[in-house]
């Protein structure tokens, strides 16, 4: 109250007798920063993931073979996709594995960058399979190279389709 016995509202800004008398709470109350990793990290697997993992990397290898054995760019094109979706997939559990470590003395800021970096690194490669599919594509057109083994193709499209099926 002020001297006219108007009850005034207290300034927000400076804290009052209670809040001063507390500690600041902060990452140095918490936990000392050190240089150790934490060994209690949980890694990001289960039985369906593993499962669906395996299953994507054995249709990648067979989309791969079955594009170089027909000489088919549509397979060949399709097995960069699924190479490029796997590896992003992997490449993105990886970052969000590294990016929950605490942060160190040397590390400040945390491991968060690694996100950043992670997708960064999906981007280029979906960029650089993309320059050497057109190539392919380009180099096919200049030397008039259209023959493709139709058999082929069709039994690794099929396969691919149980698989994703499945």
Request: hydrophobic share 45%; net charge positive; aromatic share 8%.
């Amino acid at each position: 109250m002020n001297s006219r016995g108007i009850k005034l509202k207290r300034n927000i800004f400076q804290p009052n007798d209670a809040q001063a008398s507390k500690p600041e709470k902060g990452p140095t109350t918490k936990q000392p920063l050190t240089n150790k990793p934490n060994t209690k990290l949980q890694q990001p697997s289960n039985k369906k993931t593993q499962k669906i993992t395996e299953a994507e990397r054995w249709n990648v290898v067979s989309f791969i073979t079955g594009g170089y054995l027909s000489s088919s760019l549509a397979i060949a094109t399709d097995a960069a996709h699924l190479l490029t979706d796997f590896a992003s997939f992997m490449i993105s559990l990886i970052s969000l594995w590294i990016s929950a470590r605490p942060p160190t003395r040397k590390m400040s800021f945390g491991w968060y960058r690694a996100e950043v970096i992670g997708a960064l690194t999906s981007v280029l490669m979906i960029w650089v399979i993309t320059a050497i599919l057109v190539y392919m594509a380009i180099e096919r057109v200049i030397s008039k190279d259209f023959e493709i083994n139709a058999v082929i193709m069709l039994i690794t499209s099929a396969v691919g389709v149980l698989v994703n099926v499945v």
